[in-house]
């Protein structure tokens, strides 16, 4: 999640651009409003991967804290 004042995190999630739509949606009517995202970032760039094709969550944290 994105860094808070307090030093905790608050959910945040980011997409490509052409599916933010859809994230929202889905949040909406799966996830509850507490753990829901506070923030959705878009992005025109693919999300950054390993070899297995896993999502590098470390990378994502990175551009979040530096700006």
Known sequence: GAPTRSGGG???GQ?????????RDRVATRIAAFAAP???RTTTEPLPRNAVGKVLKRDLRETVTRG
């Open 10 to 12: 608050a959910p945040l």
């Open 15 to 23: 997409v490509l651009e052409a599916r933010e739509a859809a994230l």
């Open 38 to 40: 506070t923030t959705i």
